[in-house]
């Protein structure tokens, strides 16, 4: 009895905590309209070297969501930035001219710490 596997039949002997597109591990992320999410914008240089960043908190809404918007900031303010763990981060002290920015788009935000 010879039994032919392809490459693609992957057969899992042992896992210890499933797989990683398990329904179970993903968090379901409730998207609120613009207005109705309290946003936080903040400069700040902790962990960060010595590097001032512009760190802007407080999202309900999905990932890619956050991509679009994470480069729209980046191209206005003309600089580098990221997003991490629900949270975008762009280079420089850009605190005013992203709070305006969030405004136009309908974001209920403020700027916080000093």
Same mark, same amino acid.
């Given at each position: 009895?010879?039994?032919?596997?392809?490459k693609?039949d &992957?057969?899992?002997? =042992?896992?210890? @905590?499933?797989?990683?597109?398990? !329904? $179970?591990?993903?968090? !379901?992320?409730?998207?609120?309209? !613009?207005?109705? /999410?309290?946003?936080?914008?903040?400069? #700040?240089?902790?962990?960060?070297?010595?590097k001032?960043? *512009?760190?802007? *908190?407080? @999202?309900q809404? &999905? !990932?890619? #969501?956050?991509? $679009?918007?994470? &480069? /729209? +900031?980046? #191209? /206005?303010?003309?600089t580098?930035?990221?997003?991490?763990?629900n949270? %975008?981060? %762009?280079?420089?002290?850009? &605190? /005013?001219? %992203?709070?305006? %920015?969030?405004?136009? +788009?309908? =974001?209920?935000?403020k700027?916080?710490?000093?």
């Open positions: 009895m010879s039994s032919s596997k392809s693609s &992957k057969r899992i002997i =042992y896992q210890e @905590f499933g797989n990683d597109n398990s !329904p $179970a591990l993903e968090r !379901p992320v409730q998207e609120l309209p !613009p207005n109705q /999410q309290n946003v936080r914008v903040q400069a #700040t240089r902790a962990g960060r070297k010595g001032t960043v *512009t760190v802007i *908190t407080g @999202f809404t &999905k !990932p890619e #969501t956050l991509n $679009a918007l994470l &480069k /729209q +900031l980046k #191209t /206005q303010c003309g580098g930035g990221t997003l991490k763990e949270e %975008i981060e %762009i280079q420089g002290d850009h &605190k /005013q001219k %992203i709070l305006e %920015i969030l405004v136009k +788009l309908g =974001y209920k935000a700027i916080s710490g000093g």
